[in-house]
């Protein structure tokens, strides 16, 4: 008998967006890949990533809460950096789910796996665009976890800075503070409204005023300031339409008008020098796919 064997295709994810604190977020044309494979015998191999190589490995805990991972070995590839905040967490779990979705034929809406990959990870934000890729605005409702899909706004383009420094997610969510002031918060509902209208409109003036936030990045600050001297000055100084903090950090998605892209892109290579890297990275409609073998 063959042996079965599938590979999977996840997106990296930017989420938050400014105001959309465990709400919104984006696919990166950043990708891990999943490959697994009967073997008869479980093993995993990560190709120099520092993961882990037993059952405590993102990609496999996902795996195996749908089924047993006895028999199976799992390799994985990827080019997402780890602890930066692009979704690498969010890509190993929706690898794994979708992988066992496909290798046992268990036909899993695609809501189901969004749950599923919710409860695992414990917010739907970067899960949601890792599954679905495109835009995504995530909420909670009598009915469950939904996810609302737009398309990437026409004409803007996604840079990436990524530091070479770390932030736990951890470390990042115990900034955030039980409460927040009533008119912070006023300001990230309209700006995130503003923000959702721009992508849908690929309207670059609501985009721009929709970037703004008083919820998180304010209060992370201190775990990135060279990060988040980068946000202020996006749109100032750099000729971007602005930026945004991606999910918990360092990285900063610098949003661009596709005609200034490559002068941003020198600009923010010529201000970071060597304590980041600048990667064109464009948003991605695509999500998860598991293309033949």
């Given at each position: 008998m063959t042996a079965r064997r599938r590979l999977v295709r996840v997106p990296a994810s930017s989420a938050n967006l400014g105001p959309g604190y465990d709400v919104l977020a984006a696919a990166l044309s950043l990708h891990l890949e999943l490959e697994v494979e009967e073997a008869g015998t479980f093993s995993v191999e990560a190709e120099g990533l520092e993961v882990p190589l037993d059952r405590s490995n993102l990609c496999v805990r996902a795996f195996e809460w749908l089924r047993p991972a006895?028999?199976?070995?799992?390799?994985?590839?990827?080019?997402?950096?780890?602890?930066?905040g692009m979704g690498s967490s969010a890509a190993a779990i929706v690898a794994g789910l979708t992988a066992a979705d496909h290798l046992y034929e268990l036909a899993l809406e695609s809501s189901d796996l969004l749950g599923h990959a919710a409860e695992i990870e414990g917010h739907p934000d970067n899960v949601a665009a890792a599954l679905y890729g495109g835009f995504v605005v995530c909420s909670h409702s009598q009915a469950g976890l939904s996810a609302t899909l737009l398309d990437p706004p026409q004409g803007v383009e996604a840079v990436v800075v990524i530091p070479h420094e770390q932030v736990p997610t951890k470390q990042a969510r115990e900034a955030i503070p039980d409460s927040v002031p009533i008119e912070d918060a006023v300001v990230n509902v309209a700006a995130a409204a503003e923000l959702v209208l721009g992508i849908e409109r690929s309207d670059l003036g609501l985009i721009a005023a929709g970037l703004a936030d008083r919820l998180h990045q304010p209060n992370r600050a201190h775990l990135y300031p060279r990060s988040m001297e980068l946000v202020e000055a996006a749109a100032i100084e750099l000729g971007a339409i602005g930026a945004t903090i991606s999910g918990a950090g360092p990285t900063v998605l610098v949003w661009c008008f596709w005609q200034s892209t490559g002068t941003v892109v020198d600009a923010l290579r010529e201000r970071v020098g060597d304590w980041a890297e600048v990667k064109r990275v464009p948003f991605s409609a695509t999500g998860a796919d598991v293309p033949e073998l």
């Open positions: 006895d028999e199976i070995c799992f390799r994985i590839r990827s080019d997402i950096p780890l602890a930066t």
